[in-house]
């Protein structure tokens, strides 16, 4: 590990838990967002890292939705709150219980606004209950379909399919995302060169109805031209 990656995994974890503790006495969603995006603009301008948001227009500036996105890299969550920076669009975050015990991220994820996915569960009963009680609230669901970070050639892996049951059982129209720029490779590049300045592409989708029966990965595809390789 070179200097600069100790410096910046040093300054990540400072800024993760101070965001975290920080998130901790905010309860209002509003206030969450502008504090989670506050965070995802502090630490990808260290990074030197900016975003191009592509068909902003078909963005909506409120509402609730099950938001899809590709997952490549651990700043995608970040990439995606600042997608919806001028937006009053609020989501929680599916995550992983690793997230949730991570001496690294588990802070700032418990008070960020997730909802706990432990897949060790026999019974799913309480995540869905738990999915339910916030979009009575009114907030959106975010959700990576693919279940983990895709690691592989592939633009994408399989999408597993709990992200239907959620859109269905609570009504919400699903809007896609697509983070075009494989961020791992762009984080890397980042902590290996402190002068690299790189820009990361997020595209918005079409919208779907949550009662649409087709093969949302196919349509996934379809819609942001992705072709196999």
């Known amino acids: 590990m ?22 901790k006495n905010i309860p209002q969603p509003l206030d969450k967002k502008r504090v989670r995006l506050e965070y995802a603009q502090t630490l990808l301008a260290k990074l030197q890292i900016s975003v191009e948001v592509k068909n902003r227009e078909k963005l909506p500036l409120d509402g609730q939705f099950l938001l899809l996105s590709n997952h490549r890299g651990i700043i ?49 009963g309480g995540f869905f209950s738990d999915i ?22 592939k633009t994408l892996i399989e999408f597993k399919e709990g992200f239907r049951i959620i859109a269905l059982k609570n009504r919400i129209p699903i809007l896609p995302v697509f983070i075009r720029t494989h961020t791992d490779e762009v984080l890397g590049k980042s902590l290996n060169d ?3 300045h790189q820009t990361v592409t997020i595209e918005i989708g079409d919208m779907i109805d949550y009662k649409d029966k087709r093969n949302i990965k196919e349509l996934y595809k379809e819609m ?3 072709e196999e390789r």
């Open 132 to 153: 339910k009680s916030h979009t009575k609230e009114g907030s959106s669901i975010f959700i990576f379909p693919e279940g983990t970070r895709n690691k592989s050639e």
């Open 224 to 226: 942001f031209g992705i």
């Open 76 to 124: 995608d969550p970040l990439i995606v709150e600042l997608a919806l920076k001028e937006t009053t669009i609020y989501g929680l975050w599916i995550s992983k219980k690793e997230l949730y015990n991570s001496p690294f991220f588990g802070l700032f994820v418990r008070n960020a606004g997730a909802i706990l996915l432990d897949r060790e569960k026999s019974q799913m």
């Open 2 to 23: 070179n200097l600069n990656k100790i410096k910046q995994a040093i300054y990540a974890l400072f800024l993760t838990n101070k965001f975290g503790l920080k998130l």
């Open 194 to 196: 402190k002068n690299a």
